[in-house]
């Protein structure tokens, strides 16, 4: 068992000046906490915390790392408290030991791909401190190396979290030979039979992998030495995990996967690889598309390499890599972060950029003396572009940064995402535009009553939700352009004194909308809710079903008489001082009986009404201004628009134009939309017969539930 001299004595050897105070009271303080507590290996459980502080001596860890090992389980499996630990250690140590008490709470659940990314990530995001990780790692380690302990399933179990989990990060972390390690204990539980055949296979060829080693290592040393090129050679037998996947990715069984044995050679410049890799393929064949250079064209990372498979001496393939001593010390150091490549896909542009800073951790440790310097330039926040939540059953979800509590809801389940009010977040209740941050535990709130609201798009930052969200919105408004439509031909309708009963269903209704290639009545009233079609279109095209006579048509003839008998006061204003002129009503005013008004003498039309503080009068000549009256006896109808703005709801076009309808006036054109921030805007064209009904409409309109602004345009 390792003792606590093992663990100071490697500090001092990497680190002379190392206070080792901090590790020596994080002993005593762990091994009074836990006291009474046995492994199932039957031993103290101070000896697995005191394993796992030898792991990071092994990484070089400064003092607050290694004390951390030892306090790792103190907050889960002891009475101590974060605060006490706080207060003990200092909130450095602290905050390492809360990292990896968050992390041992996550639970593993499948062994999807994907879901084994977002835990990878989730760790990750939740480790600010990379000491959180390594920790958590060496934790793992020893765990695996004691995992005989526990039951088969719990090996099983563990074994599978492990390999998708902990071994990837380990190799995230460019720790080849933890990486390694985890693997090789993953493959003996969850597959001891194949586990023991590569071991039973690669110990019987021993001798013959050794003798190939050297053969090749000597025939190399030779060609090397022969036009002055100094180089160390290495070999090395692959370990038993990566000779396993070779057999699953090529179908292959142990005594078929030949290239088991990794040779590497390291030189002492760039044009020394160059030269090495010609000598290589002098000696034996190279496999075809087998050949990378990562000198030219670095990884991410900053690894450098020229990689080869040859044929070898005994026809087998074997895979050769050239570097310099400079790119040997980034590889070697863990720097590599195979993760992706390994895993057998490419590495996406954010992730390479995020471990970009890995590839100065060796750099960093060589030239900072001091590991407090050195671990001050590794605090990070991982992943800055997405956050990892859980579910209440424990499913991670990622999401972009910036993801509210509606963004979850839409990616649990339509219905639930348009359903939600709130949400509880680590159990305490927050609104629905509450971010969402890594760690959280999700717990949506719904309602029956609730619908989204066009506004939640300023908000939501995922597709599917706001595709989701547009689509609701459409139908929505669909529905209150039904409601609306069909007021406005009900009101026509009664205006006409036409007695339609069950507007919808009506058999003449459902010919007129097929005349007019609607596939619905509800499609019909619909597009006259949208304006984009008129009642009187619809009402013309129902009076001869109805039996109604259409009115004939005036002759020209019949037009001249008529005009020539209407009273001059049929247009209901009059002109001061003239008579017999021809009248019409600004468009840019619509005045109303009852406004004070001023006529504008108009070349060829007679003369514009228009309202006195009308904008356009400003800057036309005085002498073109005539005094004009309302006649007060006129009972005609006169066209005015009004703007509604209100928070958007269902049902308050309907509301509106109800209050409209009520007040005898007519609604003779309509316009929706939906503003970014949920208002709604309504613009409705009506005809009044005076300025004084205009009023008790924008007065009555303003008492509608919902409705901000009433103003006339």
């Avoid at 088991?260 to 075809?288: D, M, N, T």
């Avoid at 006061?569 to 009852?594: E, Y």
């Avoid at 309302?630 to 269902?650: F, T």
Wanted: hydrophobic share 40%.
């Amino acid at each position: 068992m390792i003792r606590l001299t093992d663990i100071t004595s490697k500090v001092l050897e990497y680190h002379p000046k190392a206070d080792i105070e901090l590790i020596e009271k994080a002993y005593v303080y762990s091994a009074k906490v836990h006291q009474g507590q046995i492994r199932l290996s039957g031993e103290p459980y101070l000896s697995h915390l005191l394993e796992a502080a030898y792991i990071l001596t092994q990484l070089k860890m400064d003092v607050v790392c290694i004390a951390a090992g030892l306090l790792h389980d103190v907050i889960e499996d002891t009475p101590a408290d974060l605060k006490e630990v706080t207060e003990l250690f200092g909130e450095e140590t602290a905050n390492i030991v809360d990292g990896v008490t968050k992390i041992s709470k996550i639970h593993f659940k499948n062994r999807e791909l994907r879901q084994a990314e977002n835990v990878r990530k989730m760790i990750l995001a939740m480790s600010n401190d990379i000491r959180v990780i390594l920790v958590k790692l060496a934790d793992r380690l020893h765990n695996m190396r004691t995992l005989g302990f526990q039951s088969e399933r719990k090996q099983k179990l563990i074994a599978t979290e492990t390999l998708d989990i902990y071994a990837p990060l380990a190799g995230r972390m460019g720790i080849h030979w933890i990486k390694s390690g985890l693997e090789d204990l993953c493959l003996y539980y969850l597959e001891p039979e194949i586990y023991t055949r590569i071991k039973n296979e690669t110990s019987q060829r021993k001798n013959e992998i050794d003798t190939f080693i050297k053969e090749v290592k000597q025939r190399v040393s030779e060609k090397l030495t022969e036009v002055g090129i100094q180089a160390t050679i290495t070999g090395r037998q692959k370990n038993s995990y990566s000779i396993y996947r070779k057999m699953v990715d090529q179908d292959l069984n142990v005594s078929q996967v030949y290239d088991v044995i990794a040779f590497r050679v390291i030189v002492h410049s760039i044009k020394e690889c160059y030269e090495v890799l010609g000598h290589i393929h002098s000696i034996w064949k190279p496999v075809q598309k087998r050949f990378k250079d990562y000198i030219s064209v670095p990884k991410a990372n900053m690894y450098q390499s020229l990689h080869t498979t040859v044929i070898g001496p005994f026809g087998e393939r074997m895979e050769v890599q050239i570097r310099t001593w400079d790119m040997n010390l980034v590889a070697e150091s863990g720097i590599a972060a195979h993760w992706r490549y390994k895993e057998g896909r490419g590495a996406g542009k954010t992730d390479e950029s995020q471990f970009e800073w890995l590839k100065q951790l060796l750099g960093w440790q060589k030239d900072l003396q001091d590991p407090l310097e050195f671990l001050d330039t590794v605090k990070m926040d991982l992943f800055p572009d997405e956050v990892y939540v859980f579910t209440p059953n424990g499913e991670v979800k990622a999401f972009p940064k910036g993801a509210t509590v509606v963004d979850f809801a839409y990616s649990i389940h339509s219905e639930v995402g348009g359903k939600c009010m709130g949400a509880k977040i680590n159990g305490k209740m927050v609104p629905i535009r509450c971010k969402l941050e890594t760690g959280n535990i999700i717990e949506i709130i719904t309602s029956p009553k609730q619908h989204p609201s066009k506004d939640w798009l300023d908000f939501v930052t995922t597709s599917k939700a706001k595709t989701r969200i547009r689509h609701w919105m459409k139908t929505g408004e669909k529905t209150d352009s039904i409601n609306l439509g069909k007021s406005i031909l009900e009101k026509a309708l009664q205006q006409e004194h036409i007695p339609i009963t069950n507007l919808l269903k009506n058999e003449y209704v459902v010919q007129v909308a097929a005349e007019l290639s609607f596939q619905s009545t509800e499609e019909l009233v619909a597009q006259i809710g949208f304006g984009k079609i008129s009642a009187r279109q619809v009402i013309t095209r129902l009076k001869p079903r109805l039996g109604i006579e259409k009115e004939k048509p005036q002759s020209l003839v019949g037009k001249v008489v008529s005009r020539l008998k209407r009273p001059k006061k049929d247009h209901g204003i009059r002109v001061d001082g003239m008579s017999d002129m021809l009248v019409s009503f600004a468009n840019c005013c619509n005045p109303l009986p009852g406004e004070k008004v001023v006529g504008f003498i108009t070349r060829g039309r007679g003369i514009t009404i228009h309202r006195n503080i009308c904008a356009q009068l400003k800057n036309v000549d005085s002498d073109l201004l005539v005094d004009v009256t309302w006649d007060a006896s006129n009972k005609d109808a006169y066209g005015a628009k009004l703007k509604v703005i209100s928070v958007e709801r269902k049902g308050m076009l309907a509301d509106v134009s109800m209050v409209i309808s009520q007040k005898d006036a007519n609604i003779i054109h309509a316009e929706a939309k939906t503003t970014a921030d949920n208002k709604g805007i309504a613009v409705f064209t009506i005809e009044v017969e005076s300025y004084r009904q205009l009023q008790e409409i924008m007065v009555a309109l303003k008492k509608v539930r919902s409705v901000l602004i009433v103003e006339r345009i």
